[in-house]
Structure formats: structure tokens, C-alpha cells
């Protein structure tokens, strides 16, 4: 080889380089300064989020002490979106029976931006028992798609004055009756 292609060689080598190094500077700029702001934004939207879940309701009683209202202890199946993209359609087709959800609200709602959704709230036992047998890959504590055990409120006496204890909507929160007018003092501590 003569110098004269070793030195072109060589150049060639250095200007792809140099080309390669450029790009990769305006990229790192590009993200950290032109674009900085919004992905910080996005940064704190995926790793930062409140979810509050109330304490539990209390008990409504008669002066013999039988329950008419107490709330009882389920589990609401949730999941993560952004963690679940390639298994988003085997858990729709998984779960949809379990939730009588239609299968393409279920992918709808997997597929969705948002960090956490939730896929059914207070499950009866027997359903969430099924679900957490379903796939250990899935499903599982702290996975894409896990359980947050929440309270419900039960009517033990069932119709048995109704019209006067009223009840309670999904959230815990007192709609007729004693329920609605004691709202206050038998909401949980949170």
C-alpha cells in the first residue's frame, strides 16, 4: 500500500467520525436543552402518581347490634399500561371473560397513555381468585397487572330498611338516607 491510500484511508475514517460525533452531539443537545422541559414533564408523569384509597367505612347498627351496613373487604384489578404494550391483547383476550368487559374496550384501555388504569373494581372473590390464577407472567404483585384490595359496602338485612340507611355509591361516599346524612363520621381514615 502506498501512503497516498493509507493518508485517504485514514481521512475517510476521521470525517465518519467526525460526522458520527457531530450527530451524536446535536442529538444530546436536542434532548437536553431544546426538549429538555417536556420530557422532564413526561419523566415525572410515568414515575409520579398519587393513588388514593379510602379506609374503611363504618358500620351501621341498630340499637341490638345488627348490621345493616358494614363494609367488607375486595379486590380491584388494575394495570399499567406502558408496561403491558406487547401483551396488551393476550390480557384483553385473558381477562375479558372474568370482567364481562368486551375484549376491545379491555385492549382499548391497555393500550391507552395513561399510567395506571383501572380494569374492574371490587371483584367478588371467587372472580379475583380466578384472575390471580389466570398467568403468573401477568399477573402478579407489583406486575403490569396486579390486585389493590379496596372496601365495599354490604347490606346484611338486604331490603330491610332501606328507604333509612340508604347507601353508599362505588367510592365509598353516602348517597340516602344515614348514609348521606352521617357521610362524615363514617367515612374511613385514610
Do not use: C
Request: no cysteine; proline share 5%.
Amino acid at each position: 500500500m502506498n501512503q497516498s491510500s493509507i493518508r485517504n484511508r485514514v481521512f475517510i475514517v476521521a470525517t465518519v467520525v467526525a460526522f458520527a460525533a457531530v450527530a451524536v452531539a446535536s442529538r444530546l443537545g436536542d434532548l437536553q436543552v431544546l426538549k429538555a422541559d417536556a420530557l422532564r414533564t413526561q419523566a415525572r408523569r410515568q414515575h409520579q402518581q398519587v393513588i388514593e384509597i379510602d379506609g374503611r367505612r363504618g358500620s351501621i347498627v341498630d340499637r341490638e347490634g345488627r348490621e345493616f351496613a358494614v363494609s367488607i373487604t375486595t379486590r380491584s384489578l388494575y394495570a399499567h399500561p406502558p408496561r403491558l404494550r406487547k401483551e396488551a391483547d393476550r390480557a384483553a383476550r385473558l381477562l375479558a371473560p372474568y370482567l364481562a368487559r368486551p375484549e376491545s374496550e379491555l385492549r382499548a384501555l391497555l393500550l391507552s397513555d395513561a399510567p395506571f388504569v383501572w380494569l374492574k373494581r371490587r371483584l367478588d372473590p371467587q372472580t379475583s381468585r380466578a384472575i390471580a390464577n389466570l398467568d403468573p407472567k401477568l399477573i402478579y404483585k407489583g406486575g403490569p397487572i396486579d390486585f389493590q384490595e379496596e372496601p365495599k359496602r354490604f347490606y346484611p338485612q338486604g331490603a330491610l330498611g332501606a328507604h333509612v340507611v340508604g347507601f353508599a355509591d362505588v367510592d365509598q361516599k353516602g348517597r340516602e338516607g344515614i348514609e348521606s346524612t352521617f357521610d362524615d363520621a363514617l367515612q374511613g381514615d385514610s
